[in-house]
């Protein structure tokens, strides 16, 4: 089955910039979405195809995505940014959905 | 306000059967396509399930394909996820999410516990 792999830990200080890494087979064709979930609460999207921030999301976060990389950019990372981090896409055929295995961010 | 509250989730023993419900409000249930997302203790979230609007595409992951059937009823505003032949490794928390586009999830329900162990 199709799977998108991140890093399990990314580690920085504050205002330091955070990149999040997400690989799979089929990101050339797929858009790469980007979930942040805080201990005990339900995932936010930070970033839907590939680059686009919802509204309410600061500017800090961006997104890029070259072949089968997908990055999420945290610029100038603030401390309550600190959480795990998720990758979604989809298989190539578009049907089912897949998450990466999510990374922690520590900023301190 | 936009709201999901998922009900159902419980301890059943391996080999059984459970229901989860999602109750919708806030918006026009109807129009939009709906998932299952889990989330097993201390791991990370699984894309289980995917309905569209009118129940024509529905689609599962490998991990619970053949033995998880999910549905809706437009007209109670509700989905749902009749899990079967429950197994250790489907405990987990179980979320249900709004697909505002596709890979689009908002809003997520609270989430509801589902543990299989004897």
């Known amino acids: 089955s199709y799977e998108l792999t991140q890093p399990p830990s990314v580690s920085v200080s504050p205002g330091q910039t955070a990149r999040i890494t997400c690989s799979g087979d089929a990101l050339p064709k797929k858009y790469a979405y980007w979930y942040q979930q805080k201990s005990g609460q339900a995932p936010v999207l930070v970033i839907y195809?590939?680059?686009k921030r919802p509204s309410g999301i600061p500017e800090r976060f961006s997104g890029s995505s070259s072949g089968t990389m997908a990055t999420l950019t945290i610029s100038g990372a603030q401390v309550e940014d600190e959480a795990d981090y998720y990758c979604?896409?989809?298989?190539?055929?578009?049907?089912?959905?897949?998450f990466g295995g999510g990374t922690k961010l520590t900023v301190l | 306000e936009v709201q999901l509250v998922e009900s159902g989730g419980g301890l059943v023993k391996p080999g059984g059967s459970l229901r989860l419900s999602c109750a919708a409000s806030?918006?026009?249930?109807?129009?939009?396509?709906m998932n299952w997302v889990r989330q097993a203790p201390g791991k990370g979230l699984e894309w289980v399930s995917s309905i569209s609007s009118s129940s024509s595409y529905i689609y599962y992951a490998d991990s619970v394909k053949g033995r998880f059937t999910i549905s809706r009823d437009n007209a109670k505003n509700s989905l749902y996820l009749q899990m079967n032949s429950l197994r250790a490794e489907d405990t987990a928390v179980y979320y249900c999410?709004?697909?505002?586009?596709?890979?689009?999830?908002?809003?997520w329900g609270q989430g509801t516990l589902v543990t299989v162990s004897s």
């Open positions: 195809e590939d680059s």
């Open positions: 999410a709004r697909e505002i586009v596709s890979g689009w999830f908002d809003p």
């Open positions: 806030g918006f026009t249930f109807s129009s939009y396509s």
């Open positions: 979604y896409s989809t298989d190539s055929s578009g049907n089912r959905g897949v």
